[in-house]
């Protein structure tokens, strides 16, 4: 009996027909062409076409806000237009040969510029890492869905870090670990 049910099992399977290619359904495309697709922009070029560029030595927080589609550097000019604000910030670092709060007037002779150093920032969920040049100034620019100029900005040199209002954030001058940051 059990070898007429195996027998009658193999005879099943071996008269199961397999599916022809033409017959086995795709996968769905459908909402391919609707999920937001990752866009590589150029934040230099789009920077300086917004007329936000400017030397490093003009310190301190500058946008504009623009319509996506209608500017090009990465942006498709059809897709996903929405209003956007690019933020453009250049920041001073500097440390001081002490800990803790001063009471007196630094001089250039007292200051160290943070030179040469990875800088890590966050701004409204957004991270990135800019490197100082020789007198430790840096630029910070980046692209958002609303004005950042009010929100916290946290820079950070190895382990030490400080959060500053992103408008208010210009010449920044640390205590000393910040010199030596690892």
Request: aromatic content about 6%; glycine content about 6%.
């Amino acid at each position: 009996m059990r070898l007429f049910l195996a027998l009658l099992v193999l005879a099943g399977c071996a008269t199961k027909q397999i599916p022809k290619e033409e017959d086995v359904p795709l996968p769905s495309t459908a909402g391919l062409e609707t999920q937001e697709q990752q866009e590589n922009i150029d934040l230099e070029a789009l920077e300086r076409s917004l007329n936000l560029a400017r030397p490093l030595q003009e310190l301190g927080y500058r946008e504009k806000s623009f319509n996506s589609c209608s500017a090009g550097y990465g942006f498709s000019s059809s897709k996903n237009c929405r209003n956007l604000t690019m933020a453009s910030i250049n920041v001073r670092l500097q440390c001081r040969d002490s800990e803790g709060t001063i009471s007196t007037a630094l001089g250039a002779a007292d200051l160290v510029a943070i030179a040469g150093q990875r800088v890590r920032w966050t701004l409204q969920k957004q991270d990135d890492v800019f490197t100082t040049d020789g007198l430790g100034y840096g630029n910070i620019r980046a692209v958002f869905k609303k004005s950042p100029k009010n929100d916290w900005l946290r820079i950070a040199v190895g382990m030490q870090f400080l959060n500053m209002r992103a408008n208010s954030i210009t010449r920044v001058v640390t205590p000393r670990p910040w010199c030596h940051a690892d």
